[in-house]
Structures are given as C-alpha cells and as structure tokens.
C-alpha cells in the first residue's frame, strides 16, 4: 500500500488538501474538516490559514 500524501480529486470541498489527507490515512473527511476549522478558529486564524495555503501549493495532485 502505498501511502503518498495527495489532493483529493474526489473528496474535495476547497482545494482537496483535508480530503486527501483523509484518504491518505483511512480517516473520515467530514470529521478531520469540522476538527481543522474549529482548532483554526478557536486558537488562532492566520497560522491554520497560512498552513492551509502552505499544503494546498506543496501537496501533488492525485
């Protein structure tokens, strides 16, 4: 098995970063979605903001 860290082309909302980050580890992506936004609103906006972007520029394609 091959566990590569990708976008998602199927399970996306945004850019596909936390679908496939799901898909990557076998988690569910409405799970890992509700806990990112809520630790990125609850502690600080711009590092999980800037973190986002980060993956969402680094991260390959599936």
Do not use: C
């Amino acid at each position: 098995m091959n566990k590569e860290l990708h976008k998602s082309r199927t399970d996306r909302f945004f850019s596909g970063v936390i679908g496939g980050f799901a898909e990557t580890y076998g988690l569910d992506s409405t799970l890992l979605r509700i806990i990112y936004t809520a630790l990125t609103l609850f502690t600080s906006l711009i590092p999980g903001v800037i973190i986002y972007v980060v993956a969402m520029m680094v991260m390959p394609e599936d």
